[in-house]
C-alpha cells in the first residue's frame, strides 16, 4: 500500500511532465547528437529505471528461491532419516531386564501424613 503511495504520484507527475514537454531539443553524449523531446527523454529514464529495479529483484528472488529449494531437500532428507530411526527402533527388541537372584526386598511404607499413628491399648 505504501508503495502506491509512493509510486502513483511520481508516475502521474513523469506523465504530466512527458505531456507538457513535447518540443524537440538538441541532446548529445559524449561525441553522439540526437534530437529528443524532454518528456520521452524522462520517459525512456523512467523505464530503464523501472526495468532495472526489476532485473534487480530478479537476482534477490533467485537467491532466495535456491536457498529455500536447498532447505527443502534437507528437510525431506532429515524426514526420511527420522524414519528409518523410528523404523528401526519399532522393530528392535525391548531390553531384558535381570532378575535378582537374592530374596526381595521389602521397602517400608510410610503413612500419607508423614508419621506413625500411635494405637492406645
Known sequence: MIRLIIVVPFLLALVVFSASNQDPLDMWM?????????????LSVGALAFLLGAFCLWVVEFRQGRRARRAEQQVRDLEAQLAQVRAMLANRAPPVVPVPDGPPVVTPQLNPAGSEEHSNV
Open 30 to 42: 559524449l561525441t553522439y547528437s540526437w534530437k529528443c523531446s524532454l518528456g520521452v527523454l524522462a
